[in-house]
């Protein structure tokens, strides 16, 4: 083992730590601060007040009666994609608070189910939202099975497989960490009992699963990009699930465009996809009309509309372009080499990854 | 710590709360950006956990538990911004750069030596760590408090803090030894 002796520690710690103080940056610091608090609603400082003043027995209570209530109204109006539920056996630290929404977010047990059929249509290969954590494999298997060692999903019986995802690029480099990875999380199915993980599925501050357009927008652009040193590379930040709609822009041609493999190219010359907030009546009358982009929609890699707005249903296939509104999973790109990224300039740049189809679980 | 704009922010005195602030926030800033490394998520995590202390006011029992108190919640600020950077790819730093990072830490030390050796190892290794153990190895390191005191922040007894200091830089050591990549 190495040798550490406090000095270094000292000296490592005080380096990240910045040295001492930067005044002004405090004061900006304490500003913004302020301005949050204003923006805070004073009622709900109150209302918290007054909640914490009444009786432990009487909240949970008063929690049980609303959860009662809720279930009255909302249980006989179920259908369609099944509502958000939080597990309901010991999954270590999945979020048990989501807030329900449409995306379909499995409980372990319906996992356990699904993955069990992981084999055959309807399951095989689909993309699914879980609830649940994946924990790495165990330390001792580690040396003998590097690289593709299978991480596991947490109080899984029988055990489900999590494996990193096949396709390799420049979006899936995921690896277990050792501490795991807390649900809800997003994954493929790929098999009996085996998944392969597409990443954890980013929850808003309102514990929804699912972003509206223009939140993922805001999102995107608060994500830190300090850690990223190359100001052209491309990189992406964590994945999100997108209520939108996928609308197909006008193609832009380039007379000599050259090939390449970078994820970049897929922002240039083509068939530009767009996704547009719910609220938008047609995308495409506006991306034929407009002189600049809204800065609430997002921009999206060439080509996501033929890849993925028709989903599985071809019910529900457009045939003349029209936008189609569904869960998408998408990646933002937080830096890219911008002379390369054609109508990037205002709002959110992402990658669609996959729609996700409601499944019926067994 | 001011007793009394303790209890005045208690009872939801926003000037009070304000004037914490300002006294409390180097030092609140100074272990996020130990904790996470970089200047951007040690001010969200610094904005979030004062906005966060300021609507748990209501459950500070024992306002002379304030800095422990606050020390939690800093910590669970900067275990959500861990949370949700986790997805971000981490570009490998080149030669260039790197030595670029070593550069400045070796500028910035009062031990040049001892930095310049490590910076990038002992990052990697530290960031391996949980963030509670970053916190104590913070507190006890970079802040040079004494083990009374770091008890007493984190609300623990003076031999929890000597036998988790141990732990926990076994745990940096173990870090320094896993290869990197």
């Given amino acids: 083992m190495k040798e550490l002796d406090e000095a270094t520690i000292r000296a490592n710690l005080r380096r990240r730590a910045g040295g001492g103080p930067d005044p002004a940056r405090l004061d900006h610091l304490s500003l913004l601060i302020a301005r949050r608090l204003q923006q805070d609603p004073a009622q709900s400082w109150s209302f918290r007040r007054l909640v914490l003043a009444v009786p432990l027995q009487l909240r949970v209570g008063l929690a049980a009666a609303v959860v009662l209530a809720v279930s009255l109204v909302a249980v006989p109006l179920a259908g369609g994609p099944r509502a958000s539920v939080p597990p309901t056996t010991a999954v270590s630290t999945a979020a048990s608070t989501l807030v329900p929404s449409a995306v379909q977010v499995l409980s372990l047990a319906e996992l356990q189910r699904v993955a069990a059929l992981g084999d055959r249509e309807p399951y095989a290969h689909q993309v699914v939202v879980a609830n649940v954590d994946v924990v790495p494999p165990p330390a001792e298997a580690i040396p003998g099975c590097i690289p593709g060692c299978p991480g596991s999903v947490a109080a899984s019986s029988p055990r489900i497989s999590v494996y990193k995802p096949a396709a390799d690029d420049d979006i899936l480099r995921w690896t277990i960490p050792d501490q795991g990875v807390a649900g809800p999380v997003i994954v493929r199915i790929r098999g009996v009992n085996s998944l392969e993980l597409v990443g954890a599925a980013t929850v808003d501050p309102d514990h929804s699963v699912a972003w509206s357009v223009p939140s993922f927008v805001r999102a995107a652009d608060e994500l830190p990009r300090t850690m990223e040193l190359r100001s052209n590379q491309f990189s992406v930040g964590p994945a999100f699930v997108v209520d939108g709609k996928l609308a197909l822009g006008p193609g832009i041609f380039c007379a000599f465009q050259t090939q390449s493999t970078d994820r970049i190219a897929e922002f240039a010359c083509g068939a530009v996809g767009w996704l547009a907030p719910t609220e938008v009546a047609d995308p495409s009358a506006i991306i034929d009309g407009w002189s600049t982009r809204p800065a609430d929609w997002a921009r999206l890699q060439n080509g996501s509309y033929q890849n993925y707005a028709h989903g599985d249903d071809s019910s529900a296939s457009p045939s003349d372009g029209a936008a189609v509104r569904g869960f998408y999973v998408v990646f933002p790109v937080l830096k890219y080499n911008a002379s390369m990224c054609f109508q990037c300039d205002a709002g959110a740049v992402g990658i669609v990854y996959a729609r996700l189809e409601p499944i019926a679980t067994p | ?181």
């Fill in chain 2, 1 to 181: 710590m001011n007793r009394e704009l303790v209890e005045a922010a208690r009872r939801g005195d926003r000037d009070a709360f304000e004037a914490l602030v300002r006294g409390e926030v180097a030092g609140v800033y100074r272990t996020a950006l130990a904790i996470l490394g970089n200047a951007a998520d040690a001010e969200e995590a610094t904005q979030d956990a004062f906005l966060g202390a300021w609507r748990g006011f209501p459950s500070l029992r024992d306002p002379e538990r304030f800095d422990a108190w606050l020390g939690r919640i800093v910590v669970n600020a900067c275990r959500m911004t861990l949370r949700r950077r986790r997805g971000v790819r981490e570009i490998a730093l080149d030669a260039d750069v790197a030595a670029a990072v070593v550069e400045r830490a070796t500028e910035a030390s009062a031990d040049p030596a001892a930095i310049a050796i490590d910076a990038l190892t002992f990052d990697r290794a530290f960031e391996s760590l949980s963030v509670d153990e970053r916190q104590l190895l913070t507190l006890a390191y970079a802040d040079d408090r004494p083990l009374e005191e770091v008890g007493r922040l984190l609300d623990i007894a003076v031999g929890t803090v000597k036998s988790r200091l141990s732990r926990a830089r076994a745990a940096l050591a173990r870090g320094l030894e896993r290869p990197t990549g």
